[in-house]
């Protein structure tokens, strides 16, 4: 006889008003809403130091101005590659994930009248492949600079009209962040340009990255970016081969005195 003690009962499905569910049909996320931010730590490296002025960001960064001008983006998803086992029960077959993928990210940009946008993406791509010889030579070679230079970390925050809500005693919605690890550009489209009807000038970048890591509790803290040290925000120090953060230095500096000491690592006085 068939056990049906798992199934739904009767009383698990719904058959009231849709009065009664209203309020949680009516809390939909609308895809208008969302940042990107563009936590590059290494660009002075691959920019060789030469950022876009202030005037041709129109007194911002260009990293602010990328994240004004990104006009799509996407909340990342993934997958398992998977293998089958048969025979491990007889009769059965089963599957069990390897290895997870990550698809890459896809961003669409305005490009603006100062070409910022255009010149940053390019000056990434080619730091990444520089030709190594004068540019215009028969015998011009490339090489690729070393990964540590030239990976960033990029941030797509989800959020909702009342997730800034400043009214005393008005509830406000989480904030859903996604972090990309080791972001690098693989993909810049084409861009069609022509004589008629004037559109505004898009282009389409496609990412890879490592993995992504996502937080939906709405916390808020300093945006992690990495730099050519492994540093991860100003709060962290590196002495000896090692990083600390201000906020562990104690309780790290009980585990690593004897390890100081037989090593020879040095750290700040007082750090612990």
């Known amino acids: 006889m068939a056990d049906n003690s798992l199934f739904p009962r009767r009383s698990d499905i719904f058959k009231g008003s849709t009065l009664d569910i209203r309020d949680s049909?009516?809390?939909?996320s609308l895809d208008t809403l969302y940042q990107v931010t563009f936590s590059f730590g290494k660009s002075r490296e691959w920019l060789r130091g030469d950022e876009p002025g202030k005037n041709r960001t129109q007194g911002t960064d260009f990293k602010r101005k990328m994240s004004l001008l990104c006009t799509q983006a996407e909340i990342p998803g993934t997958s398992f590659t998977t293998d089958l086992a048969v025979g491990h029960h007889q009769g059965?077959?089963?599957?069990?994930?390897n290895l997870r993928n990550f698809p890459p990210l896809n961003l669409t940009f305005y490009c603006d009248a100062d070409m910022v946008i255009l010149e940053v993406l390019e000056?990434?791509?080619?730091?990444?492949?520089?030709?190594?010889?004068r540019k215009r030579d028969y015998s011009a070679y490339s090489r690729f600079n070393y990964p540590e230079d030239y990976k960033e970390i990029l941030h797509v925050t989800k959020f909702e009209r009342d997730s800034f809500s400043e009214k005393k005693g008005s509830y406000q919605s989480s904030l859903a962040h996604y972090e990309f690890v080791n972001v690098w550009p693989t993909d810049l489209t084409s861009m069609r340009v022509a004589y008629g009807e004037p559109n505004v000038l898009q282009c389409s970048v496609q990412f890879a990255y490592d993995r992504f890591f996502s937080s939906f509790d709405g916390l808020e803290g300093q945006a992690p970016i990495n730099t050519p040290t492994g540093?991860?925000?100003?709060?962290?120090?590196?002495?000896?081969?090692?990083?600390?953060?201000?906020k562990n230095l104690k309780t790290t500096g009980q585990l690593v005195r004897a390890d100081n000491a037989q090593y020879g690592n040095t750290f700040p006085a007082g750090a612990f």
């Not at 049909?25 to 939909?28: K, T």
């Not at 000056?123 to 010889?133: A, D, E, G, K, L």
């Open 92 to 97: 059965i077959q089963e599957s069990f994930p």
């Open 231 to 246: 540093i991860v925000n100003s709060n962290d120090a590196v002495e000896g081969g090692y990083t600390f953060s201000k």
């Open 25 to 28: 049909l009516a809390r939909v």
């Open 123 to 133: 000056r990434w791509m080619s730091y990444i492949n520089p030709i190594m010889t």
